[in-house]
C-alpha cells in the first residue's frame, strides 16, 4: 500500500489509518488552513488539521478529474470534460459550457459548434487556464500578452498549430509546455503554424459528397475500433491498439497540480472494487470493457448503474482525425465515410463506415506522426500539486501503448512504408527495413525532445527566464530550455521551475527566500539547474507553489527550498531524511508483488508518475513500500548520457551545421556524422524515457528500448562508428576545429580525459575535446552494457518461471552484442588512426587518393615486399589498401582495384622462394618476402581484404569466379581506356559482361578468356548495332546488323564480314532507293546465288552474284511484266539471252544490257510472226533491224498459250545450285565434314549418301537443341506454348526409330519427330526448313510476281525437297534412298513372309515426308504464280459457273445428261434454291470446296476420294446398297458436284497437283478420280453448247 506523507512546511503531518483516506491522492488545493484533496477515485476530500492531525472528510455529490481553487471559487472537471464552478460550501454547481466557434468550408457553409471538453485547468490572481481534450489551450481572465481581457473562457490564438502539454499560472505569469503540431505531409512530419484546416459542414452536400455519411447502423461500436473510427483488427496485440491523429498529443494522465491539472479523460477509468490487488491483477487485453458510445474502460465487477457512467478513452482532434483520415484513404475512389457524432455525453467522435479498406489502412498506414503523437501526448504532463490515479491510467492507456511501443519493433513488416520495387536482394531489403524502422524511431525520440516553454506575464522578478527583466508584450519562449525534452513546468508566486527528460531541474525566478538558489538571495532572471542532489541521485519529480520548491530523487530524497511556517531555509532540508543506511545508495522501487513481478503492469502509456504535491503550505508525497533494486541507479546512468548527448548536440554540433558551408571537401562525410549523431540523441532519448517507464514499474524489461530495439541500436552504432572512421582518415576534427570554438561546458565534460599539461586554448587540445566529443556515443556503449548486466542481476536474484528465462537470454544477448560492438569500433578507430597517420606521413604524393572510406592494411616498407627482378636503378613500394593495391614504380602510382585482384602462392625453385603472383586484368606481378611466414602474412591480408570487397567473407578463399568492374588502361589494344563490368575468370574477363569504350562503343554479351565469344550485342557509334554471335573479339555466327544509315542485316558472320546465308535491306521503302537481298556472302560482298529486289526500279533478279555485282547466270523480273534471262557480266547483262513480254513476245538472241539487243536474234510476236536478222538499239527507243528475214504465222493463226523461247529456264541458275550457304549451314551444325561436300556445299561429293556416324550426328543436334532451349528461356520476350515447349522436350531425346529398320510404326512415330523438329527454330532441321522458305517466299512473293516465274519455283521446290530429304537422311538412314519408293503395308501378312509389293500400304519417298510439312510453308507465293499462270482459263471456269449455277438442279442435270434416275426424286416441286429442300449430293459438294482448305497433294487427292464416297453413298441410299457405278453415269453426277461446289481457280490447283503429284500415284485410284476431275473442269472450259438452249 502507499503511504501518505503530508508537511505543513517542513514540519510533518500525521494521517490517522482510521481515517477514511483514498488510495492516492492526485491534487490539493489549499483553503487557508486547510485543503482540498482530490483521491484517484474521483472523490474530493474536505482536510482539516488539528494539532498536526489530519482529518478527511469525503464531499458528496462531486465527480472530479482535476479541481483548481481561487478566490473562493472551485473550478471542477469532470470525467466526461464538462467544466463547472462552485463555491467553498459545494452547494450550487453550475456548469461553464464552452463552445467551438462554427467554420465556415470551402463551399462556404458553416459547420455545428461543438461542445469543448476540458482536461485540465489552473487559476491564480492572473487569470485561469484550461486545457482542452485535443490540445488546445482556452483561458479567461485580463492576461493582454496573449490576447484575453474577459471573463469568457477563448481560446487562445497564439497557440493555434501547437499542442499544449501542460500549463502553469502563478501570481502575475504564467507558463506552458508546447510542441508545434506534427501533421502529416506524404510520408514526412512536418512541424507547421496555423496551417488552414479542412472544414466539413454537415449540412453541405459537397461537403457531404466529399466524406460520406454513413447511416448509423454501419458505424461498428467502439470495442472494434479505434478512437478514430478504423476497424480494429484483433488478431495481434498491436492491431489492437488505439492510435491517434498526430495532433492529438495531451498531456500526462498522472500530472494533476495546482498549477497544470492532470489529465485527459483517456486516463479515467471507474474504480476498481479491489484496491489491495489493482496493480497485479489488471485485465489489460479485454477489450470488451470498452463501451460503446464513449469507448470507456469499466471493471467487470461493477454494478450496471456503474457500468453506464461511460468514459471516453481517449479525446482526439476530430478535424485532425478527418484531415488524417482523408489524406490516407484519398486514394480510395469511394467507401471513406465517416460520420461525425455530437452525443449527450460530450463526445465528438469520428466514426469510419468500416470497407475492406480499413484493416489495411489501419496495419499499413500507421506512420510514425501517430506514434510521434501519442507518445508526446504522455511524456510530458505539466503539473503543480499533481500524482493522478496510475492505476487507471495503466488500464486505459495499455493498448494505446501496445501500439505506440511495439508499432517500432524490428520483426514488425507493417509499418514499413518504403517501396520494394526496386530492391533486388534479401540484403538490400533488410537494410531498407532497418532504415525505415530507424527514421521511425528516431522521429519518436526527435518529437520527445522538441518541446517549447512559453512564459508570459509580469517579469520584475525574472520569472519569465529570458535572461532579462525588460517588459514583454507578447509570449516569450525560453530559449535554453528548448529541445531538452521538457517533462514538467510548475510555477510558484513569482518563481517557476522545469525538469527535464535527463532528469535535472532548473529554477528561476523570485529567490528572496532562497526558493531558488541557495547561493543569494537574488533573483534569477534565467533557468539555473538544482546541484544539491547527486550525479547518480537525480530528480524524479519536482513541484513549486507559492515561495518554496520540493524536489523528489531517485533515491526519496525530499528537498525542501523557500519560505516555510518558521522563516525560510538558509541550506536545504530534505524531508525524508532515511535512517536505514542500507537504502541511502539505493533508488526506490515502487513493486507491488516482488514475487510475482511478471504480473505487475504491461507495457502501458509512455509516461511516468509524479510523486509529490503541494499547495499552499501543505506538502504530499505517496512512498511506496520499497526494496533494494538498482532501477534508479540504470536510469540516472542513461540520463547522465543523455545530458551529455544534449550537451554536445548543442554546443557542438548545431553551431558547426550552420556554418558546415565552408567545408568545400567531403562535406558528406561531416554531414553524414552529424545526422547520426542526431539519431542517436533521439534513440538515447527514447531508451531513457522507456527505462524511466521501467523504474516506475509500468514496463517489463524487455520494453525498454535498448532491449527491444537492439538491432536497430546496432545498426545505428554500427552506422555511426563508420561514419566517425572516416571523418578521422580525413582529419575531419582538425577541420571542425578550424571552423566552431569549443565551448567551455564541452571542454569541462572531458577535461578529466586530456593529458595534464595540455593548455586549454590550445588547437590540439581543442581538436581532441572536439574528437572525445564526437566519439563519445561510442564511449558511452559500455553504459548500456552496464545497465544490461544490472537488469540480468536483478534478474537473476528473483529467477522463477520460464518466461523470465527467456528474458535473461534476451538480456545476455544484449550484452554480447555490445561487447562485440564494442570491440568492433574499437578497431575501426584504431585503423583510421593508424590510416590517418599514415597520410601525414607520406605527405602530399599520394594525397590524391585519400578518400574517407579508404582503411590502410599493409605496406612494404614496414613489412617487406619485393618485386621479382626489378630495374637496376628502380625503386618499389607497394601499398594494400581496404580496397585497392598501389604499386609505386619510382614516383609513379598503379591503382590494382582489390576486385579484380588474383593472389596465389607460386611454387618455390632453386632460384626463387617466397614468391607470390599477383594477377591483375592487364599484368603478372611477382613479388617475394624475405620469410615464409611473412609470404603467409601478406597472402592472408590480401585474402582478407578481397573477400571484404566482394563481401564473400565466409569463404575460405577469393573466388576464381567473380562480378567487378574495371577501366582498363592505354596500354590496352582491344579494350583500351575501356570500362569493363561483369563476370572474371582469374584476371580474365570471362561470362557474361558489358564494355564501354571511350568512343562511345558499347558490347554486352558473352566474353571467354578476355574476348567477346558468344551471344552478344555491340553499339558501334557511326556504324550501327549488332545484335547476334561473337568469336575472338569479331562477329562469327547467325547475327543482326542495323546500320547507322538505316540498313539492316540479318544473316550469317564469319570474321566480322557477313558470310554465309544473309538478308540485308537498305534504304527506305518510302524513297527512291530500297532493295532487299537475300541469298550467299562472302566476306562481306554479296557473293553466290541471290535474290536482288529493287524496289526503287521496280525489278528482282535472280542468280549469281561476284563482289556485289551480278555476275553469271541469271533472270530480271519488272514491274511492267518484262522477263530477262542470260548471263551477266559485272550488273550487265551480255551475250545470249531471253526476253519475254507480257502478252507472250518474246525475244532470243544477243544483249548489250537488258532491254538492249545487239546481234543475232529472233524476235516472236504474240500474233505467231517472228523475226530473225541482226537487231541493235533499246526496245523502247526503237530497234534497228538488218539482215533480218519477217516469218508470218500463217497456218497455224492461235499461238500456243504461254509461248516460250527456246532458252527459256536453261540460262538461269541451275535450282541444285540455289541456298547452297543454308544447307552448308545445316551440314556444319550436324558435324558433316566439309571434305565430303561438293564445293558448293549443297549435297554430297561421293554418291548420295555416305557413310557418316550417325550416332555423333545426333549428339550435335541434342547439343544445338539444349542450347538453343536454354536460350530461349532466358529471353523474357519469347513465351511458348504448352504443345511447343513438349515438342522440344521430346526433341532433346535422340530417337531409335528409323535408323537401322523402318515399319509403319517406326514411319509414323518419324513423321512426328520431323513435325516437331520444323515447328520450332530450336531444332538443326527446323531453323533449315524456315530458312529455306523464307528464301522461296521472297524470292516468288511479293509485288513483282511473273508467272513465267512458275517453272522455276517449281523445279526449286522440287530441289529443296530433295535436298532435304539428304539431310534428313542423315539422321534416319533407314529411309530409302532419293529416287526409291518403299511401301510399308498397313496390315502384316498373315502367313508372316514380307510382302515386297504390297496393295494398300503407305508410300516412303522425299515427297511424302516433306511435301506437308514444305507445301503450307510456301503454298500463298507459290498458288499466285500457279493463279496467274492459269488466269484465262480459270476467268473462263469461273464465268461459265457462275451462269450454269443460276439455273435450278432439274436444268442444271438436264444439262449435264444426268440420268433422271438419280435427279426426278430429289427435285421436287420446290422453288429453286429453297432452303427446305434437300439436296441430293450436297454432303458430297461440301466435301469438295474443303479443296481450298488443304495444302499438298495428297490432302487434295485425299479430299477427292472423299467427294466421291459421299456420292456413292448418296446414290446408294436413293438406288439400293447394291448400285455401283458405271463411269457414263458418273461422270455427269461428279460433273454436277464440281460446278454446285463453285471451287475458286480450280485449274491452279488440278495445274499445282499435277506438278507436285508423286509419279507412283497416277496409276492407281486416287489417279484416276483426279483424272475425272481434270476431265471436269477441261469439259466446263470446252462447252460448246449454250445453256440457254436447253
Given at each position: ?20 483516506v ?25 482536510c ?7 482529518n478527511f ?12 481553487y ?18 467553498s ?6 456548469e461553464?459550457?464552452?463552445k ?31 486545457i482542452s ?17 474577459t ?5 487562445i ?5 501547437r ?43 459537397q ?6 455519411l ?45 498549477d ?13 472494487t ?77 466514426k ?17 506522426g ?12 505539466s ?21 505506440l ?36 524511431i ?30 514583454r508584450?507578447?509570449?516569450?519562449v ?18 517557476c ?64 527550498m ?14 525524508n ?7 541511502n ?98 534513440l ?15 514496463i ?25 572512421s ?101 578497431k ?8 590517418k ?13 585519400r ?15 619485393n ?33 579484380t ?21 592487364e ?62 575468370l ?53 547475327g ?11 544473316g ?14 537498305q ?6 532507293f ?44 519488272t ?10 557480266t ?119 549418301c ?67 523438329a ?6 538443326p ?24 516465274l512458275?517453272?522455276?519455283a ?30 510399308l ?18 508410300v ?43 439455273q435450278?438442279?432439274?436444268?442444271l ?12 426424286k430429289?427435285?421436287?416441286?420446290s ?30 487427292l ?21 448400285y ?27 495445274h ?9 500415284l ?13 476431265a ?15
Open positions: 500500500m502507499s503511504q501518505h506523507k503530508f508537511w505543513r512546511g517542513i514540519d510533518a503531518l500525521k494521517v490517522s489509518s482510521a481515517q477514511n483514498p488510495e492516492k491522492i492526485v491534487k490539493l488545493c489549499s483553503l487557508g488552513a486547510d485543503f482540498l484533496a482530490l483521491g484517484n477515485d474521483h472523490g474530493l476530500y474536505y482539516n488539521i488539528e494539532e498536526e492531525n489530519l472528510r469525503k464531499i458528496s455529490g462531486v465527480s472530479a478529474i482535476d479541481i483548481s481561487h478566490n473562493d471559487i472551485l473550478y471542477v472537471i469532470n470525467e466526461h470534460g464538462r467544466l463547472y464552478k462552485t463555491d460550501t459545494f452547494k450550487n454547481k453550475e461553464i459550457i464552452v467551438e466557434e462554427s467554420k465556415c468550408c470551402p463551399h462556404g457553409f458553416k459547420s455545428n459548434s461543438s461542445k469543448v471538453k476540458f482536461r485540465n485547468v489552473v487559476t491564480s490572481d492572473f487569470g485561469q487556464l484550461y481534450s485535443d490540445g488546445h489551450l482556452w483561458g479567461s481572465g485580463v492576461m493582454p500578452q496573449i490576447g484575453l481581457d471573463s469568457i473562457i477563448k481560446k490564438p497564439f497557440f493555434e498549430g499542442t499544449v502539454y501542460s500549463a502553469s499560472i502563478g501570481q502575475n505569469f504564467a507558463a506552458v509546455i508546447a510542441r508545434k503540431t506534427v501533421r502529416q505531409s506524404g510520408n514526412c512530419d512536418t512541424d507547421t503554424d496555423n496551417d488552414d484546416e479542412e472544414v466539413f459542414a454537415s449540412n453541405c452536400s461537403c457531404q459528397t466529399i466524406i460520406g454513413a447511416s448509423p447502423a454501419s458505424v461498428p461500436s467502439l470495442s472494434e475500433t479505434c478512437p478514430l473510427g478504423v476497424h480494429i483488427s484483433k488478431s495481434s496485440e498491436d492491431s489492437s491498439s488505439t492510435t491517434a491523429p498526430q495532433t492529438d498529443v495531451h498531456v500526462d494522465a498522472q500530472s494533476f497540480t495546482e497544470s491539472s492532470p489529465s485527459s479523460e483517456e486516463s479515467k477509468v471507474a474504480k476498481q479491489s484496491p489491495t490487488c489493482v496493480n497485479s491483477n489488471l485485465d489489460l487485453d479485454n477489450t470488451s470493457n470498452i463501451e460503446d458510445t464513449d469507448g470507456n474502460y469499466t471493471d467487470e465487477n461493477e454494478t450496471p448503474h456503474a457500468s453506464t457512467e461511460k468514459l471516453n478513452n481517449i479525446f482526439i482532434n476530430t478535424d485532425a482525425a478527418r484531415q488524417f483520415l482523408s489524406r490516407q484513404l484519398s486514394w480510395v475512389s469511394a467507401g471513406e465515410d465517416y460520420l461525425v457524432e455530437y452525443t449527450e455525453k460530450p463526445t465528438r467522435i469520428i469510419e463506415n468500416v470497407t475492406n479498406i480499413t484493416n489495411f489502412v489501419y496495419e499499413g498506414v500507421k506512420t510514425v501517430d506514434k510521434v503523437a501519442t507518445l508526446s501526448r504522455h511524456v510530458s504532463g503539473s503543480d500539486n499533481n500524482d493522478i490515479v496510475e492505476i487507471q491510467n495503466r488500464n486505459c492507456n495499455e493498448e494505446m501503448i501496445s501500439s511501443l511495439y508499432s517500432c519493433n524490428s520483426s514488425k513488416f507493417d509499418d514499413l512504408q518504403f517501396s520494394t520495387s526496386t530492391i533486388s536482394s534479401e540484403k538490400e531489403f533488410e537494410a531498407a527495413r532497418k532504415n525505415e524502422t530507424l527514421n521511425n528516431s522521429k519518436l525520440g526527435k518529437n520527445i525532445l522538441a518541446t517549447e516553454l512559453w512564459t508570459w506575464g509580469d517579469i520584475s522578478h525574472g520569472q519569465l527566464g529570458i535572461g532579462d527583466t525588460v517588459k508584450v507578447k509570449p516569450m525560453v530559449m535554453s530550455l528548448s529541445g531538452f525534452g521538457l517533462q514538467k513546468v510548475s510555477c510558484g508566486k513569482w518563481h521551475a522545469a525538469l527535464t527528460l535527463d532528469g535535472r531541474l532548473f529554477m528561476w525566478g523570485y529567490n528572496h527566500f532562497k526558493q531558488v538558489s541557495l547561493d543569494s538571495r537574488e533573483d534569477k532572471s534565467s533557468p539555473k539547474q538544482f546541484t544539491e542532489n547527486s550525479d547518480s541521485d537525480r530528480i524524479r519529480d519536482m513541484i513549486a507553489t507559492d515561495n518554496h520548491m520540493l524536489a523528489y530523487t531517485h533515491n526519496e530524497n525530499i528537498y525542501y523557500g519560505k516555510h511556517t518558521d522563516g525560510f531555509t538558509e541550506a536545504i532540508v530534505n524531508l531524511e532515511k535512517s536505514n543506511d542500507t537504502a545508495d539505493n533508488e526506490n522501487v515502487k513493486t507491488v508483488k516482488l514475487a510475482e513481478p511478471q504480473s505487475l503492469i504491461k507495457p502501458q502509456n509512455v509516461c511516468y508518475h509524479w510523486r509529490i504535491l503541494s499547495s499552499g503550505s501543505i506538502s504530499y508525497c505517496s512512498l511506496e513500500e520499497s526494496a533494494v533494486c538498482p532501477e534508479f541507479q540504470n536510469l540516472s546512468i542513461a540520463q547522465r548520457y543523455l545530458e551529455e548527448m544534449l550537451l554536445i548536440y548543442h554546443s557542438l554540433i548545431k553551431p558547426f551545421l550552420k556554418k558546415s558551408k565552408a567545408i568545400s571537401s567531403n562535406s558528406n562525410v561531416y554531414e553524414l556524422v552529424c545526422d547520426v549523431f542526431s539519431d542517436i540523441l533521439n538515447t532519448a527514447l531508451n531513457v524515457l522507456s527505462t524511466w517507464q521501467y523504474a516506475e514499474k509500468h517489463n524489461e524487455c520494453d525498454i528500448s535498448l532491449i527491444k530495439n537492439l538491432e536497430e541500436f546496432i545498426y545505428l552504432y554500427k552506422k555511426y562508428y563508420i561514419a566517425v572516416n571523418l578521422i582518415v580525413i582529419g575531419g576534427f582538425a577541420q571542425i576545429n578550424n571552423i566552431v570554438d569549443v565551448p567551455t561546458s564541452v571542454y569541462n565534460l572531458f577535461s578529466d580525459q586530456l593529458p595534464s599539461n595540455k593548455q586549454k586554448n590550445n588547437k590540439k587540445t581543442s581538436e581532441a575535446v572536439i574528437a572525445l566529443a564526437f566519439v563519445q556515443p561510442l564511449t558511452r556503449l559500455s553504459s548500456y552494457k552496464c545497465i544490461a548486466q544490472s537488469l540480468l542481476r536483478y534478474r537473476t536474484k528473483r529467477k522463477k518461471g520460464e518466461m523470465k528465462s527467456n528474458i535473461e537470454e534476451r538480456i545476455s544477448k544484449v550484452i554480447s552484442t555490445l561487447d562485440t560492438l564494442n570491440e568492433e569500433q574499437e575501426r578507430r584504431k585503423d583510421a588512426d593508424v590510416t597517420l599514415f597520410w601525414e606521413t607520406i605527405g602530399k604524393s599520394l594525397e590524391h587518393y578518400i574517407p572510406e579508404r582503411r590502410l592494411l599493409r605496406e612494404s616498407k614496414s613489412k617487406q615486399l618485386l621479382v627482378n626489378p630495374g637496376r636503378f628502380s625503386s618499389h613500394w607497394f601499398i594494400l589498401f581496404n580496397d585497392l593495391f598501389v604499386h609505386v614504380n619510382g614516383s609513379t602510382p598503379i591503382l590494382h582495384p582489390l576486385e585482384l588474383w593472389v596465389d602462392a607460386a611454387p618455390n625453385s632453386d632460384s626463387l622462394l617466397n614468391i607470390l603472383q599477383i594477377t591483375t586484368p599484368e603478372i606481378i611477382l613479388v617475394s618476402t624475405n620469410s615464409e611466414q611473412e609470404k603467409a602474412e601478406w597472402i592472408h591480408a590480401f585474402n582478407a581484404a578481397i573477400k571484404a570487397v566482394l563481401k564473400k567473407d565466409t569463404i575460405f578463399k577469393p573466388p576464381a569466379i567473380r562480378s567487378a568492374s574495371y577501366i582498363f588502361s592505354s596500354k590496352h589494344t582491344f579494350y583500351k581506356d575501356a570500362k569493363y563490368t561483369g563476370r572474371w582469374d584476371g580474365k574477363v570471362h561470362g557474361n559482361g558489358k564494355v564501354e569504350w571511350p568512343d562511345g562503343k558499347v558490347y554486352v554479351g558473352q566474353f571467354q578468356l578476355n574476348a567477346l565469344c558468344g551471344h552478344g550485342k555491340m553499339d558501334i557509334p557511326g556504324v550501327g548495332i549488332y545484335d547476334g554471335q561473337w568469336k575472338d573479339n569479331l562477329q562469327n555466327g547467325y543482326i546488323m542495323k546500320y547507322a544509315s538505316g540498313d539492316i542485316y540479318e550469317y558472320f564469319k570474321d566480322g564480314h557477313p558470310h554465309g546465308h544473309g538478308i540485308k535491306r534504304g527506305d521503302f518510302t524513297s527512291s530500297a532493295t532487299i537481298y537475300t541469298g550467299e556472302w562472302a566476306a562481306g560482298v554479296r557473293q553466290g546465288y541471290g535474290v536482288m529486289d529493287d524496289i526503287g526500279k521496280g525489278e528482282k533478279y535472280l542468280g549469281n552474284w561476284s563482289d556485289n555485282k551480278k555476275h553469271g547466270c541469271g533472270l530480271i523480273v514491274l511492267e511484266g518484262i522477263y530477262y534471262e542470260g548471263l551477266f559485272q550488273d550487265v547483262l551480255t551475250g545470249h539471252g531471253v526476253m519475254v513480254f507480257e502478252d507472250g513476245t518474246h525475244y532470243e538472241g544477243e544483249f548489250r544490257s537488258a532491254g538492249v539487243f545487239s546481234g543475232k536474234g529472233v524476235l516472236t510476236f504474240s500474233s505467231g510472226d517472228r523475226i530473225e536478222g541482226a537487231l541493235t538499239g533499246a526496245w523502247t527507243e526503237g530497234v534497228k533491224i538488218s539482215n533480218g528475214v519477217m516469218h508470218l504465222n500463217v497456218s497455224n493463226p492461235a499461238l500456243p498459250p504461254n509461248s516460250k523461247p527456246n532458252s527459256f529456264g536453261k540460262l538461269s541458275v541451275a535450282p541444285n545450285q540455289k541456298w547452297n550457304a543454308l544447307f552448308r549451314q545445316c551440314f556444319h551444325c550436324l558435324g558433316v565434314p566439309e571434305t565430303i561436300l561438293t564445293p558448293t556445299g549443297n549435297h554430297f561429293a561421293n554418291g548420295p555416305p557413310t557418316i556416324e550417325n550416332i555423333k550426328i545426333w549428339q550435335n543436334v541434342a547439343v544445338a537443341v539444349s542450347c538453343s532451349n536454354k536460350q530461349h528461356t532466358k529471353s523474357p520476350k519469347k513465351k511458348s506454348g504448352s504443345d511447343l515447349e513438349k515438342s522440344v522436350d521430346c526433341l532433346e531425346v535422340i530417337p531409335h526409330f528409323g535408323q537401322k529398320s523402318l515399319n509403319l510404326n517406326d514411319f509414323t512415330e518419324l513423321k512426328q519427330y520431323l513435325y516437331n520444323c515447328e520450332t527454330t530450336q531444332h532441321l527446323g531453323q533449315l526448313v524456315l530458312s529455306l522458305t523464307n528464301a522461296f517466299n521472297t524470292t516468288y512473293g511479293g509485288v513483282r510476281v511473273h508467272p513465267l512458275l517453272s522455276h517449281v523445279k526449286e521446290l522440287k530441289s529443296i525437297t530433295t535436298r532435304l530429304y539428304q539431310v534428313v537422311r542423315l539422321l534416319f538412314p533407314a529411309l530409302p534412298p532419293e529416287g526409291t519408293d518403299i511401301v503395308p498397313y496390315k502384316e501378312s498373315e502367313d508372316g513372309l514380307d510382302d515386297s509389293n504390297p496393295i494398300d500400304g503407305e516412303v519417298s522425299a515427297a511424302s515426308l516433306l511435301q506437308p510439312t514444305l507445301l503450307p510453308r510456301v503454298h500463298p507465293a507459290l498458288f499466285v504464280l500457279y493463279a496467274l499462270h492459269n488466269k484465262r482459263e480459270d476467268d473462263l471456269y469461273w464465268r461459265r459457273l457462275l451462269k450454269w449455277n443460276k435450278p438442279d432439274t436444268t442435270m438436264a444439262f449435264l445428261g444426268i440420268d433422271q434416275k438419280f435427279w426426278t430429289s427435285s421436287g416441286q422453288p429453286p434454291y429453297s432452303p427446305a429442300r434437300e439436296q441430293l449430293f450436297q454432303e458430297a459438294v461440301e466435301t469438295l470446296q474443303q479443296l481450298k482448305t488443304t495444302f499438298s497433294p495428297m490432302e487434295k485425299l479430299v477427292i476420294r472423299s467427294t466421291f464416297q459421299k456420292m456413292t453413298t448418296a446414290v446408294q441410299q436413293e438406288l439400293g446398297a447394291q455401283l457405278w458405271s463411269m457414263d453415269e458418273l461422270f455427269p453426277v461428279f460433273h454436277f458436284v464440281v460446278v454446285r461446289a463453285r471451287v475458286l481457280q480450280l485449274g491452279s490447283e488440278l499445282f497437283v499435277e506438278d507436285f503429284l508423286p509419279p507412283a497416277h496409276r492407281g485410284e486416287l489417279g484416276l478420280m483426279f483424272t475425272t476431275l481434270k471436269c473442269y477441261f469439259q466446263i472450259l470446252q462447252e460448246k453448247m449454250s445453256i440457254n438452249s436447253l
